[in-house]
Structure formats: C-alpha cells, structure tokens
C-alpha cells in the first residue's frame, strides 16, 4: 500500500467512542481517516472526495443512524464509485430482513464493536 490514496478511509458512526476507537487504530495502523457522525456529513465527504480527485480506497460506516442510516450511505456511495469497497458495522445480530430487504452490496459485514483482527482482515481483503 504505497499509494497514499489507498491508505483513505470514511468512518461512519453516531457514536463518538466507535468512531474514537476505530480512528485510533487506524491512524495507528498508518490510514488517513476521516470521521462522519452522520450519515448527510458522510455522503457529501464522500463525493467531495470524489469531485475533489482524492478517493476514499474504503468507507466504514455504522447501519443504524438516525436520520440517513448505513443502508442509504452504502447505497450513495455504491452509486457514486461502484468500485469503492463499503464495510458495514452493525450492532444487530441480524442486519437485514432476508425475507423483506434486499442484501446491502457491501464488502463485509461486522459486528459492532469489531475486533482488531476482523477489522484489519477486512480491510486487507477490501485493500487487495
């Protein structure tokens, strides 16, 4: 990951400690993180970013916010650039309704808080 465009990342969450946490061991791991405590402030970091020539390589985002959820900034960002892979956190044991939702086109799903190990696993996979 030499390219610092790779190295990008949007999180996502309405709650302050989720989004300190997952910084903190971002930045530690050497990412440039951008932090959105709303699901409107992370779709217009996401296509400024995008306006602006500086992509985000990966977007973290919560699914249950208040206002414009996870399942409206993963499809805002999957309209925008296919291609941006999208981990999805959620605090629900299950995140959609097979029955009723159609499935998120996300990259991963991870239960809230995620691990350092699932968190970094995802995000290589997401990476390569």
Same mark, same amino acid.
């Given at each position: 990951m030499s390219d610092p465009l790779l190295?990008?990342?949007l999180v996502v969450d309405d709650d302050p400690l989720i989004t300190k946490s997952l910084s903190?061991? +971002?930045? $530690?791991?050497?990412?440039?993180?951008?932090?959105?405590?709303?699901?409107?402030?992370?779709?217009d970091a996401f296509q400024n970013a995008?306006?602006?020539?500086?992509?985000f390589a990966v977007v973290i985002?919560?699914?249950?916010?208040?206002?414009i959820d996870g399942r409206q900034v993963v499809n805002a960002v999957k309209t925008a650039s296919p291609?941006?892979?999208v981990i +999805?956190? $959620?605090?629900w044991g299950q995140w959609f309704d097979a029955g009723t939702e159609v499935p998120l086109p996300v990259n991963c799903v991870l239960a809230k808080p995620p691990s350092l190990v699932e968190l970094r696993r995802a995000l290589a996979q997401c990476l390569a």
């Open positions: 190295k990008r990342v903190g061991v +971002l930045e $530690t791991d050497g990412y440039a993180v951008t932090i959105a405590s709303d699901g409107r402030t992370a779709i995008l306006r602006d020539d500086v992509p985002t919560d699914l249950g916010m208040h206002g291609a941006t892979p +999805l956190l $959620t605090g």
